[in-house]
């Protein structure tokens, strides 16, 4: 199946900071999801985003298909934007299966 | 409301016993996904199913089954094959390759 590699695996950031997390791919995909695991668990939306620039708030997220990475932006962070960031794909196989990346876990200090 | 929901949001099981996590949705999606997460792990895939009476399995499909007799429903079950099942499941699904949906979660424990 497709590999999906996120970077950096952890990010500690002072509450204000900016921050990008990075999405790489191994095959050309369908769709691209980011999304934040809140310290429930529960998986949030954040991003459907195959390819093109999104942005909702203090966050925006790029998909650059032809060169298979999207990238997630954070600007002045809160200690609400801790937990864990994972990006998804959508293989072209017609499989249908929704490969996730390892994720990269973020800790906002006040 | 629309959306994906899962019961129980905990579960404790006794070794040996086969247990059954649930997963609805209202959102007329064809395609659901069940993953499992470990502790600090990422998703991985369990089974998934694209249409009614139809599954494939995932990446580590031992000791668990699924069916899928409603479009609505894909419930899981963990049978005692299971060695290890302790872990946090998700559910979700999606409309082929559109934006997919997660529930929130069963966290199971073996007792």
């Known amino acids: 199946g497709i590999q999906v590699e996120q970077s950096p695996p952890d990010l500690i950031l002072q509450e204000g900071a900016n921050s990008t997390l990075r999405c790489n791919f191994s095959d050309s995909v369908n769709n691209l999801q980011w999304f934040h695991q809140n310290p429930w668990g529960q998986l949030i939306n954040l991003f459907y985003i195959p390819s093109g620039t999104k942005q909702n708030g203090r966050l925006s ?3 650059v298909a032809t060169e298979r990475y999207s990238l997630l932006y954070i600007s002045s962070s809160q200690t609400t934007d801790s937990g ?6 959508f293989d072209q196989t017609g499989a249908n299966n929704l490969f996730f990346g390892t994720g990269t876990r973020l800790t906002v200090i006040p | 409301d629309g959306g994906i929901t899962q019961s129980p949001k905990y579960l404790f099981r006794k070794e040996g016993q086969n247990v059954t996590l649930s997963c609805e949705q209202n959102l007329n999606h064809d395609a659901m996904y069940w993953y499992r997460q ?19 399995k995932g990446d580590i499909a031992e ?10 429903s894909f419930p899981l079950t963990v049978t005692s094959a299971q060695k290890n099942p302790t872990a946090f499941y998700l559910c979700a699904s999606a409309e082929g390759h559109s934006e997919a949906f997660f529930g929130q979660g069963t966290r199971l424990t073996v007792v």
């Not at chain 1, 864990?84 to 794909?89: D, I, K, P, W």
């Not at chain 2, 600090?40 to 139809?54: A, E, M």
């Open chain 1, 61 to 63: 997220a790029t998909t």
């Open chain 1, 84 to 89: 864990v960031y994972f990006c998804a794909v």
């Open chain 2, 38 to 56: 470990d502790p600090g792990q990422g998703l991985r895939l369990i089974y998934y199913s694209q249409i009614v009476n139809d599954f494939q």
């Open chain 2, 63 to 72: 000791g668990y089954s699924v069916s899928r007799e409603k479009k609505e």
